[in-house]
């Protein structure tokens, strides 16, 4: 797709120090693509089925709606080939949990 030729935005070089040496993490969170793919029906299906894998009703109080999911602005991610990278490892974003245990 070329995306190399016709990206000119900043890398975060957060792997800046690898082989590829060039950033496998873009500061893009709203194309149209990602867009598309976060509000596709399949996307909504599969997190409202996963949803449905918590207890989200218990002695007669709903504590969250399963079938509404909160859109997460995730950067594009990509691994050119020959990346040896597997790049981050398991983690958790800064105060995205945190955030949600607060009362509002």
Not at 17 to 45: D, G, H, K
């Amino acid at each position: 797709n070329r995306f190399d030729e016709v990206y000119k935005g900043p890398g975060d070089n957060f792997f800046g120090t690898l082989s590829a040496s060039r950033p496998e993490i873009y500061p893009i969170y709203w194309s149209q693509a990602q867009m598309q793919a976060r509000q596709s029906e399949e996307m909504a299906n599969a997190q409202s089925f996963l949803n449905r894998l918590w207890t989200f009703e218990s002695d007669g109080k709903q504590w969250f709606n399963p079938d509404v999911s909160v859109i997460y602005p995730d950067r594009i991610r990509r691994r050119p080939p020959g990346t040896t990278s597997k790049g981050l490892g398991a983690h958790t974003d800064s105060g995205a949990l945190e955030r949600w245990l607060l009362p509002a």
